[in-house]
Nanobody, 122 residues
């Protein structure tokens, strides 16, 4: 069982930055896909960014150029650097992992963290 624990959320003003972290209970170099997702009140969960085992990132159009996903295999930690934050980025952010999926896009990941709240005020 993969345990994921997010941290780094908080409240910032528009234009500010936050860095989310996700610690994993397993060696992340063995995980095919890891990703960040978010869910705002009344909306469906959506993918924000994902990274595959070799380290190739992918992003939702809404965050391209502003967010950067990365991972540190030595620390078994996934990161999401969020810059130029907008009020519409306000949501609960979740870390997810899937040991075996081939495509890192989509929301059907197996393992999920509990989430960390990000609130961006205008």
């Amino acid at each position: 069982q993969v345990q994921l624990v997010e941290s780094g959320g908080g409240s910032v003003q528009a234009g500010g930055s936050l860095r989310l972290s996700c610690g994993a209970s397993v060696y992340i170099y063995s995980i095919n896909c890891m990703g960040w997702f978010r869910q705002a009140p009344g909306k469906e969960r959506e993918g924000v960014a994902a990274i595959d085992r070799p380290g190739t990132p992918s992003y939702a159009d809404s965050v391209k150029g502003r967010f950067t996903i990365s991972k540190d295999n030595a620390k078994n930690t996934l990161y999401l650097q969020m810059n130029s934050l907008k009020p519409e980025d306000t949501a609960m952010y979740y870390c997810a992992a899937d040991m075996t999926r081939r495509s890192c896009t989509g929301v059907g990941y197996v393992h999920w963290g509990q989430g960390t709240q990000v609130t961006v005020s205008s």
